[in-house]
C-alpha cells in the first residue's frame, strides 16, 4: 500500500502567515493527489486536483506544488475562515489512502 | 444541482451488520464512479470503497482493513450506491461519507454509524 505522510499533524498560525502543509508519498503517485479542506462539523472540500490544480471556487492564495514525493498545499496569506483540518490523498494506487491530517489553528 | 443524501446508519450491536444508501441527483450517475469514505470520531478520513461505473464492468476496491466484510453496489437506475456493512466492530463507529468520482468532488453530509452493545 501507498503510505501518505502527512506534516504537521498540527499548527498555529497568525492571520497573514504563509502557511504550508506536506505529504510524501512512500511510492511514486505522480500527480494524482487530491487535497481537501474539512472544516468541523462538515464535509470535506476538495481545494486541489492533480497535485497542483485549484478547485473551482477555491480562493487564489492557495496552491499546491510537488518536489519529487513530496506533495505541498500552501496558503499564501492566512485568513481566519482558513481554520480547518487539510487531508491529501493518493488515487494512484488501490487501496487509495489518505493522509493522517492537519489541523491549522489559527493563532 | 449535484445532492447526495446517505441513510441508514444507527446503532449496532457487535457482530451485526449495516446497509448504507446513498441517493444521489443532479448528474449523470451512469458516468461516474462513487466511493465511501469514513471518519471515525476525531480522526482523520479513511477511503472504504470504490465502484466503477458500466464502462468499466462495475468493478470494485476495497480498504485492506475492510475487505471481506465490506460490498459496495450500485443501482444506476436509482442514481443510487450502496455499503453492506457485516461483522461490525467497535473501531467501525464512523460518519460514513459518499462521494463522487475519481475526483471526489461532491461528497453528502455522512451518515453516522455506532457500534457498541
Known amino acids: 500500500d501507498i503510505q501518505m505522510t502527512q506534516s504537521p499533524s498540527s499548527m498555529s498560525a497568525s492571520l497573514g502567515d504563509r502557511v504550508t502543509i506536506t505529504c510524501q508519498a512512500s511510492?511514486?503517485?505522480?500527480?494524482?493527489l487530491i487535497w481537501f479542506q474539512q472544516k468541523p462539523g462538515k464535509s470535506p472540500r476538495p481545494m486541489i486536483y492533480y497535485a497542483t490544480n485549484l478547485a473551482n471556487g477555491v480562493p487564489s492564495r492557495f496552491s499546491g506544488s510537488r518536489s519529487g514525493s513530496d506533495y505541498s498545499l500552501t496558503i499564501s496569506s492566512l485568513e481566519s475562515e482558513d481554520m480547518a483540518d487539510y487531508h491529501c490523498?493518493?488515487?494512484?494506487?488501490?487501496?487509495?489512502?489518505f493522509g493522517s491530517g492537519t489541523k491549522l489553528e489559527i493563532k | 444541482e449535484v445532492q447526495i443524501l446517505e441513510t441508514g446508519g444507527g446503532l449496532v450491536k457487535p457482530g451485526g451488520s449495516l446497509r448504507l444508501s446513498c441517493a444521489t441527483s443532479?448528474?449523470?450517475?451512469?458516468?461516474?464512479?462513487m466511493n465511501w469514505v469514513r471518519q471515525a470520531p476525531g480522526k482523520g478520513l479513511e477511503w472504504v470503497a470504490q465502484?466503477?461505473?458500466?464502462?468499466?464492468?462495475?468493478?470494485?476496491y476495497y480498504a485492506e482493513s475492510l475487505e471481506g466484510r465490506v460490498t459496495i453496489s450500485r443501482d444506476d437506475s436509482k442514481s443510487s450506491v450502496y455499503l453492506q456493512v457485516s461483522s461490525l466492530r467497535a473501531e467501525d463507529t464512523a460518519i460514513y461519507y459518499c462521494?463522487?468520482?475519481?475526483?471526489?468532488?461532491?461528497w453528502g453530509q455522512g451518515v453516522m454509524v455506532t457500534v457498541s452493545s
Open positions: 465502484i466503477r461505473n458500466k464502462n468499466y464492468n462495475y468493478a470494485t
Open positions: 511510492q511514486d503517485i505522480g500527480n494524482n
Open positions: 443532479g448528474f449523470n450517475f451512469n458516468d461516474y464512479f
Open positions: 490523498l493518493q488515487y494512484k494506487q488501490y487501496p487509495l489512502t
Open positions: 462521494t463522487r468520482g475519481r475526483s471526489f468532488d461532491y
